[in-house]
């Protein structure tokens, strides 16, 4: 089991294409069960590397994150945006497939 960060935020879910409230786990920076939200500033681990949860480039990143729909109850991969170390959106990936199938 890994240890993440959740984000909770309003989101169209891509696979019944209804919008609620969203539960993300987040895979990135320093991952101690942070709950986050737009707009906030993420937490990196000081002088480990990006794949280690260190602070990438001038705090900017596209971050993977998970969820689940709690409509349709089907999973989706999220990219999270980080600009200046501040979550500012997410979007859904569509290129990662879920682990739960149609």
Known sequence: MSIYN?????????????ESEMEVNLYFGFRNLIDYKIGD???WV?????QN???????NLNGEGYAECP????????IAH???DVIESLQANS??????PD
């Open 41 to 43: 500033t993420v937490e």
């Open 71 to 78: 409509i349709c109850l089907k999973d989706f991969f999220v």
């Open 53 to 59: 949860g260190g602070r990438p480039d001038n705090g």
């Open 95 to 100: 290129d990662k497939k879920p682990y739960i």
């Open 6 to 18: 959740n984000l909770i935020s309003m989101m169209i879910c891509p696979r019944c294409g209804k």
């Open 46 to 50: 000081p002088r480990k590397a990006v």
């Open 82 to 84: 980080i600009k200046n």
